[in-house]
Each structure stands twice: as C-alpha cells, then as structure tokens.
C-alpha cells in the first residue's frame, strides 16, 4: 500500500465500517499457513453456525449462537471432543461428562452467563424430539457463555428456549457473520466492541490436508496486541486497576477433521489459549476462558448403540499433530482480531456506550511499525 492509497484508505472510514471487511482486508496477515475458502470454522465440511439476535429497546443486547460439528443426528452420532480450561471463572455446562467420556451429543450453544439454562433446556428439547431419540433418557448439553452484563439486562434472563432453537433451525454452512450477532451481540474485548469472530488454517498435504476451525466469542481483556503490534500501548488503552477492566470471558470453539481423540483434542485446545495471548489476552482471575474442541472426522463418529463391544477408530500419531497446534493458535488469533474488526460501537443498558476499535488510527499505529504487507516504502 503506498502512502496514496493509505490516505485514501484514512478518509474512508465510514465506507470501510459499512463493508465488514475483516483483518487481511487490511494487508494484515496473521501467521504463516494457509486458510481455508472462506476463511471461517465452516471451511471444516459439514459443519454450520446459526445465530438469534436480540437487539430491543435501549437493554436488550444479546443473543446465541450455535455451532453444529454436522448435520446428522448428534445424538446418535457423537463427536470426540476436548474441553480445556484456561481460566474457569464461567459457567460452562457439560463439562464433566466430555471429561469423563471424551464426546459431545449435542451443538454446541454460546449465549450470555444466565442463559446457560434456558439453553441447556433448548439442547434437551432439540435432541428429545428427534423421532430416532425415543428412547433416549439423558442428554449432556454443552453451553458455554460470557458476561454481557455492562450493555445488555442480563438480569430480565431475555434469552429463552425458541431462541436457542431458532439458532439451531437457522444455522447453516458458508460465510458466518461476524461482530454485533448472537452471543456476541453484547460483548466488550480489550475496552471495544467485541463479538463473534472465525478463522480457519488448512494443513499441507504433506501433512494431511485437515482443516482447522475457530470460532470465538470474545469478552475479556488484557494488552491489545495486533500481529504483535503493542496497538493498547501505542493508543493509551489499557488497564489502570486490574479488576473489571481486565476481566470477562473468552469462548472459543475449534473443530477439525482431523482424525483425533479425546486426548489429541485436549492438546488442541490448549494451543487455543496461544491464540489468545497473542492478541494481548491474559486470563484475568475474573475471566471465564474455555476451549471446546471436537473432530468431525467421519470415520470416528462414535454411535450412541452399537451390536460390537468394541471402538475401531483411526487417529493420528502424537508426532503428527503439530501442524494442527500451529493451525489452531494461528486460527484463534485471527478469529478473536475478526470479531473487533466486525463489531460496530453499541450503546444499550443504562445508557452504557462501547465503542468499536478505531480502525484508523490502529492502521496508522500497524504503518508506523511497517506491520502492513502491501505498504511499500
């Protein structure tokens, strides 16, 4: 980008805010593999992302999101999947029994900290109507959620059951929207506007050819960083007090397929918390930091009956799987940078106003360190 076109870039900001343009719309590239067709947790086939935006009145400011690993019946198809915890200051359910058996049964829901319930209840009403679930008797709901108390009512609990569903009904494959939508409808990162943001990185086929994606729901805080660009410092926003300017909490969901196990998958999602404190993030005692991870890989798609006691599965060697750390940690980054770039100011509850990430200005800091591909000196 030569100084020309950089000053045109300045005095269009309202044009660049209007058109959603994510991170390397920008000449910024983040990391060195690869990424998918649409750049998006839904490069990993199969799966789709469905979002339920409340935008009400001047308090209502939140919503869900749901994540589908595929299309079939969940239940009776499980996925292997991890979940790792950064810092456990939430209210994930479901988190025991992954533990313990090393799957999820059912999409994977992101909503706000007091619609984990309402949730759980859709999850159980989603999986009990299926008509091959009849006999089905249990059923362990995975919810993760942040706190979108400073915008949105969170005490009115305005997320119930339809909405839930209606993410699930709506969710589909291709491009997924980004920022100010379902469970990021609400959410503040680094002192702006966070959201909902995805990423995804594709292995070489020297090394498989797997696809990784992420999807986050980002509200914490720490040092912004962007593509190790100190642009907190540089713009005088970061935390003085260490207590609710830091804290929050970070979703992130990474699926792949990859043939992988539950011990595999764990591995992944610690490399996710890489991701994150590479964009300035730091766990702060009062954030709630999760990682869900799951391989939709179709040949270890584990049957709820099955006539055999035994699990015939195909995974990959422990030597085998660092091209997927490097794919997830790259992926997270990028996905949490999507969400601030896709997310516009807000004002909701009590008047409370948050504004988005000055683009301008962090693209003069991002010039000023020669951090821009295209800039030409």
Same mark, same amino acid.
């Given at each position: 980008?030569?100084?020309?076109? +950089? ?23 983040? @990391? ?9 947790? $839904? ?7 469905? #979002? ?5 009145? /001047?308090?209502?400011?939140? @919503? ?24 456990? +200051? ?36 989603? $999986? ?34 339809? #909405? ?55 509200? +914490?805080?720490?040092? +912004? ?54 964009? @300035? ?18 040949? /270890? ?30 992926? $997270? ?18 008047? #409370? ?21 295209? $800039?030409?000196?």
């Amino acid at each position: 980008m030569n100084k020309i076109v +950089f000053l045109i870039l300045l005095s269009t900001t309202s044009v660049i805010y209007a058109q959603n343009m994510r991170v390397r719309d920008y000449g910024i590239e983040i @990391g060195v593999l690869k990424t998918g067709a649409l750049n998006a947790i $839904t490069d990993v086939d199969g799966v789709k992302v469905g #979002h339920t935006t409340l935008i009400e009145g /001047n308090s209502i400011r939140t @919503g869900v999101t749901a994540i589908l690993p595929h299309s079939g019946n969940i239940f009776q198809q499980k996925v292997p999947a991890a979940i790792y915890l950064g810092n456990g +200051f939430g209210k994930l359910a479901g988190y025991s029994q992954v533990k313990e058996l090393g799957n999820i049964e059912t999409p994977i829901i992101l909503t706000n900290t007091l619609g984990v319930p309402a949730a759980s209840d859709a999850l159980i009403t989603y $999986t009990l109507d299926h008509s091959d679930n009849s006999d089905v008797r249990s059923v362990n709901s995975i919810v993760g959620e942040t706190n979108d108390g400073w915008l949105n009512d969170i005490r009115g609990r305005h997320v119930k059951e339809q #909405h839930v569903l209606d993410a699930i009904k709506n969710a589909k494959g291709g491009t997924v929207e980004e920022g100010n939508v379902g469970a990021g409808t609400g959410t503040i990162c680094f002192n702006y506007k966070g959201g909902i943001g995805t990423s995804s990185r594709r292995i070489p086929k020297s090394y498989g050819g797997y696809t990784v994606g992420v999807l986050v729901q980002t509200n +914490f805080g720490g040092i +912004f960083e962007l593509n190790g660009v100190p642009i907190a410092k540089e713009l005088d926003n970061y935390p003085r007090q260490y207590t609710y300017d830091v804290d929050g909490s970070c979703m992130i969901v990474v699926l792949t397929d990859a043939p992988l196990s539950s011990r595999n998958l764990e591995r992944m999602a610690k490399r996710a918390m890489m991701g994150l404190a590479k964009t @300035g993030g730091i766990a702060s005692n009062g954030s709630g930091d999760y990682v869900i991870a799951a391989s939709t890989a179709k040949e /270890n798609l584990i049957p709820y009956t099955s006539e055999s006691r035994y699990k015939e599965t195909k995974e990959l060697r422990n030597g085998a799987v660092t091209p997927l750390f490097l794919a997830t940690i790259e992926a $997270t980054e990028e996905a949490i940078l999507n969400s601030l770039f896709a997310a516009k100011t807000m004002k909701g509850r009590d008047g #409370h106003e948050i504004e988005a990430l000055p683009i301008v200005k962090a693209l003069e800091v991002m010039k000023k360190y020669r951090a821009l591909k295209t $800039t030409k000196e």
